[in-house]
């Protein structure tokens, strides 16, 4: 394990048995000589990254009034964010907050991917990290947000007590309403998009590594004969396309929920009522 | 080999710097999504807007030219209306004028021949009379003289000479006598 050529390996390669939570640990690229976070999913964070920003630059250059095929493409992205999500929820203040949904969205969207495709086969985000720094950045965003439209402790006042409750109840509700604006809202955040990833890679790694050594097996296992191993592992391996194929959804629907519930905080935060 | 600790498992990062790396990578995006992108496409769909705008204006100003065209067309077309009644008008006033002054002019210069007629029939009525009588007195005094020179006793012979005048008056051809 590990060495500089640990990145371009088959990562799925090599796994032992059963897939748990060794199997999302990293392999550092230079081991001795750089830190140990300088490891593969770091690599791949800066690679996918990279990938959002080439493609954006790309997609935005010499843009016509009249779309090109090409354009159409980002136009169509662009306008998935712009439209569907950051005007709809924020209204015509969703300007000031395009470019940090945009970059969320294609952010997630294209390290969820990597769980999909070869030379990774590895979602970014179910390294926690990442996720409770995206989610960091967006209870920031959301935070200073509603700072900035209301002042700190209009803000406060705005996010933890709702209009209309009386006075006797301030005491439960004003805690209830700063732990679930405040507190609750960037772990649910970070813990959504991580679980999600964790758990859709851990079953793939089922299936493919699982299926993987049945298809390989030389001696019975467990009173089953080797032929009836072999099956077993054929459906695995097959099945295992289906796990993928509901992963890029489900890598797909969680950059888009991150995204839209933080434009929702957004929203939330600097609307002028409750 | 797991850093990871105790309950709280795959919870934490296995290593702090991925809070970092994921932050600092991002706030790269947000940054290029901020300075280029997002001012290049939203740069690009006012462009758009204000094209599909100016098209409709420049559709509403041909269609307020055409209308304007149609309405001067309608208000020429009126007047040429106008303008054709009256000068049929003017027309049909000119030949009743004309029709009536021809008339007068006939009527005038009928009574003219008319009264030019009469004049030259008055003036040979009057030549005429005027002869006849010069000669009915020589034919008077001619008969008397033969009436007497023959005898006067006979009347029957008497009217004889007076028939045989008159048969001789007959067979002179006339305007000689």
């Known amino acids: 394990m590990g ?53 954006w630059w790309w997609m935005s250059r010499n843009l016509k009034t009249v779309p090109t095929r090409k354009q159409f493409v980002g136009e169509t992205l662009y ?4 439209n569907s999500i950051a005007r709809d929820i924020l209204g015509h203040d969703f300007r000031r907050y395009l470019p940090f949904l945009l970059a969320l969205f294609s952010f997630i969207l294209v390290n969820n991917l990597f769980g999909e495709f070869a030379l990774f086969m590895f979602p970014t985000f179910s390294k926690i990290g990442y996720a409770w720094g995206l989610a960091l950045c967006a209870w920031l965003l959301y935070n200073l947000a509603g700072i900035r439209k209301k002042g700190f402790f209009g803000y406060l006042k705005h996010a933890t007590l709702p209009a209309g409750v009386p006075k006797f109840l301030w005491i439960l509700i004003i805690p209830l309403e700063f732990l679930s604006n405040i507190i609750v809202r960037p ?31 030389t001696a ?15 459906v695995s391996l097959l099945f295992s396309f289906a796990i993928f194929a509901l992963e890029l959804l489900v890598g797909a629907i969680q950059a888009y929920i991150f995204t839209v519930l933080t434009a929702q905080y957004v929203a939330s935060a600097i609307s002028d009522d409750h | ?34 300075k280029v992108v997002v001012p290049r496409f939203e740069e690009m769909y006012a462009e758009r807007t204000e094209e599909i705008q100016g098209g409709i204006e420049k ?45 007068q ?58 028939d045989r005048f008159i048969a001789d008056l007959e067979t002179q051809p006339a305007g000689r006598a």
Do not use: C
């Open chain 1, 220 to 234: 019975p296992l467990e009173g089953f004969a080797v032929p009836l191993l072999k099956t077993a592992g054929v």
């Open chain 1, 79 to 82: 306008s998935l964010v712009r």
């Open chain 2, 105 to 162: 002019q006939a009527i005038e210069e009928s009574s003219r021949l008319l009264s030019n007629a009469k004049a030259q029939i008055d003036a040979e009525r009057a030549t005429a009379v005027t002869q006849l009588r010069a000669e009915v007195g020589g034919l008077a005094i001619t008969l008397a003289g033969r009436i007497i020179g023959e005898s006067l006793d006979d009347d029957a012979r008497a009217a004889r000479t007076v």
């Open chain 1, 3 to 55: 060495g500089t050529n640990g990145l371009l390996l088959l990562p799925l390669e090599g796994e032992s048995w059963p897939p748990g939570e060794h199997s999302f640990d990293s392999r550092p690229l230079f081991p001795g000589v750089l830190p140990d976070w300088v490891n593969n999913h770091a690599a791949q964070a800066l690679i996918g990254a990279l990938l959002v920003i080439l493609f």
């Open chain 2, 59 to 103: 559709a509403e100003a041909a269609q307020a030219e055409a209308d304007a065209a149609r309405d001067e067309y309608r208000a020429q077309l009126a007047t040429a209306r106008d303008e054709a009644a009256r000068v049929r008008e003017d027309a049909k006033a000119q030949g009743a004028a004309i029709i009536a002054d021809m008339r």
């Open chain 2, 1 to 34: 080999m797991l850093p990871l600790e105790g309950a709280l498992g795959p919870l934490l990062p296995e290593h702090p710097e991925e809070l970092v790396i994921g932050i600092v990578l991002f706030l790269i995006i947000w940054f290029v999504a901020w």
């Open chain 1, 187 to 217: 772990l649910t955040l970070g813990l959504r998009l991580f679980a999600n990833l964790f758990a859709g890679h851990l079953v793939i790694m089922v299936f493919v590594v699982g299926g993987t050594m049945l298809l390989t097996a």
